[in-house]
């Protein structure tokens, strides 16, 4: 296991386009994030699972986005009814619980034109 | 509402020079602080993780310390390299939240 992989490394959507992005943590590791980066800024969080339950959602996760973590495994990000505003990158991130250190994958860099 | 300040916004440094980054926050009831390096259009390399009983760690040319009770944790790079250049981001994560709190970053440059 060589890390956190996120897939598609890029995707370029017409606005209005549903879009699914997966994760895959590190093996081991019980809890799963997600977060959203524009460019010059910091990573935003988005959500975060510990194994399959879904255990906090931020404000700025609006009803058209929703996380799975089926099995407490991989995860998929889903954005439907995408918006030009939704053009991001959006990073996993895996831990071994809440306190240990965590790793992120290499984002997945959305473009909604 | 835990905040997380980075300064300075950008860095230009040559060669060889010590620098310090600067982080700041505004809840002292932190777990742990963690810095990364961000490479453009890359994702986050986890540098060091300082849990809250902890006064600093060390890796390589890294230092980075914490004063918990001030708000404030330093990354120190020694001998920095053109290789060194990346956006540096420090997070913290609350004993209230799960989540890490990212500052915006300290964008550095070395020059040859």
């Known amino acids: 296991d060589t890390g956190v992989s996120q897939d598609p490394r890029h995707k370029i959507t017409k606005r209005g386009q549903n879009v699914t992005f997966r994760c895959d943590p590190i093996?081991?590791?019980?809890?799963l994030y997600w977060y959203r980066q524009t460019l010059g800024q910091g990573p935003e969080f988005l959500t975060y699972f510990q194994n399959e339950a879904q255990l906090e959602k931020s404000r700025l996760l609006s009803d058209r986005f929703s996380a799975e973590r089926p099995k407490g495994s991989f995860s998929t990000l889903e954005i439907q009814r995408t918006e030009q505003g939704d053009s991001a990158m959006y990073l996993c991130a895996s831990s071994f619980g809440g306190i240990t250190e965590a790793f992120f994958g290499q984002g997945t860099r959305l473009t909604v034109v | 509402k835990q905040e997380v300040t980075q300064i300075p916004a950008a860095l230009s440094v040559p060669e060889g020079e010590n620098l310090v980054l600067n982080c700041s926050f505004t809840d002292s009831a932190i777990y742990n602080l963690q810095w990364f390096r961000q490479d453009p259009g890359k994702g986050l390399t986890s540098l060091l993780l300082?849990?809250?009983?902890?006064r600093e760690q060390t890796s390589g040319r890294l230092n980075a310390s914490l004063d918990k009770s001030s708000g404030r944790s330093t990354l120190y790079i020694a001998a920095s390299q053109p290789g060194d250049s990346a956006t540096y981001l420090c997070a913290v994560r609350n004993n209230a939240g799960n989540m890490l709190t990212f500052g915006g970053g300290t964008r550095l440059m070395v020059k040859p």
């Open positions: 300082i849990q809250s009983s902890q």
């Open positions: 093996s081991e590791h019980n809890r």
